[in-house]
């Protein structure tokens, strides 16, 4: 059995003690957390409502609002669902292991605390040897959401994790920065046509060229069938605002400019990061851009957000929700 941590604890996710000392963790009901591609999660055993309900009192994280299940298997995903159509197999083919989570029917055995008191389960396989080899070991599904306080800014890096549980009793297994940076594209598979929930790399143009009809991307604003749609979510500590380049910038502010062609040389301020004009590139680096201007004791952050075009719809998205109102 594992000794009892004091306080959060870092170790190396290639060490396979550790990753025992994991598996042990959760057969116990106790919590780890876990780096994947997206970010890293705090996890607990899915199919376990005493394990689940620590997850929502550690993350404040209000119970109705759904968590994704992780998966290392395609067998072990049908295993939660009461309900498998064609496009699950024909999305998992080509996208998973990776930063897509499908929506589908929840089967009874799955506690409805799991699902934030839904009948419809999110399901993903991670793009990370480290979260595989604890789900694989384990040899049962995992619920890991981003592991940070509820509508706070996600981690991407296993110090991120530490300072926001640095008293919890947490093993946080460290795999390296995270390369997507953005959590998962969420698709719903339970309607008529698919629709996209909440925008990640995936886009909806790929999947509708895998799928071979439409998919649509559904407001998500009230709607609470997946995670991380809540008007304001990601969020710094330190107040955030989008902007222009012209009205960025000042005395003790920081300031993250998006996108490499724009002239943003007259820009001054307390602490400053311009980012390159590359979607995927701007994902890998945006929260841990975010979480360097919160703690560089600045009054604001400035973003200077990219254009409004469907390539940038998942950083935009994570944007307007860190700089919305609280």
């Given at each position: 059995m594992t000794d009892p941590l004091p306080g959060a604890v870092v170790r190396s996710g290639k060490d396979q003690t550790s990753i025992a000392d994991a598996v042990i963790r959760l057969r116990a009901r106790?919590?780890?957390a876990i780096p994947t591609e997206t970010v890293y999660g705090i996890a607990a055993r899915t199919l376990e409502p005493e394990a689940i309900e620590q997850i929502y009192r550690v993350k404040g994280r209000p119970g109705d609002n759904p968590l994704i299940a992780h998966v290392s298997s395609v067998e072990m995903a049908r295993s939660l669902v009461s309900e498998w159509p064609e496009e699950?197999?024909?999305?998992?083919?080509?996208?998973?292991?990776?930063?897509?989570?499908?929506?589908?029917?929840?089967?009874?055995s799955v506690p409805k605390i799991s699902t934030g008191g839904r009948d419809s389960i999110a399901i993903r396989i991670p793009a990370h040897s480290v979260a595989l080899e604890v789900i694989h070991r384990l040899g049962e599904p995992i619920s890991a959401p981003s592991a940070n306080r509820s509508g706070s800014l996600s981690p991407t890096e296993a110090r991120h994790v530490l300072s926001?549980?640095?008293?919890?009793?947490?093993?946080?297994?460290?795999?390296?920065?995270?390369?997507?940076?953005?959590?998962?594209?969420?698709?719903?598979?339970?309607?008529?046509?698919?629709?996209?929930?909440?925008p990640g790399v995936v886009?909806?143009?790929?999947?509708?060229?895998?799928?071979?009809?439409?998919?649509?991307?559904?407001?998500?604003e009230g709607q609470a069938d997946s995670p991380g749609t809540a008007t304001s979510h990601y969020a710094p500590a330190t107040e955030t605002r989008l902007c222009s380049a012209e009205e960025a910038g000042g005395e003790h502010v920081a300031v993250i400019s998006i996108g490499g062609d724009r002239d943003s040389s007259h820009v001054t301020g307390r602490?400053?990061?311009?980012?390159?004009?590359?979607?995927?590139?701007?994902?890998?680096?945006?929260?841990?851009?975010?979480?360097?201007?919160?703690?560089?004791?600045?009054?604001?952050?400035?973003?200077?957000?990219?254009p409004s075009t469907p390539s940038w719809a998942a950083v935009r998205d994570r944007l307007e929700r860190a700089a919305a109102p609280r």
């Open positions: 106790r919590l780890v699950a197999d024909r999305l998992a083919l080509v996208l998973w292991p990776g930063p897509l989570t499908m929506v589908l029917p929840r089967a009874d926001e549980f640095v008293d919890h009793d947490l093993l946080v297994l460290d795999g390296g920065p995270c390369r997507v940076g953005l959590e998962s594209t969420v698709v719903d598979l339970r309607g008529r046509l698919p629709e996209v929930l909440r886009t909806p143009e790929r999947l509708s060229g895998i799928l071979g009809v439409e998919v649509v991307s559904r407001d998500s602490f400053r990061v311009a980012l390159p004009s590359d979607p995927e590139i701007v994902g890998a680096l945006l929260y841990s851009s975010l979480h360097a201007a919160d703690l560089s004791g600045s009054r604001r952050i400035d973003v200077v957000p990219p």
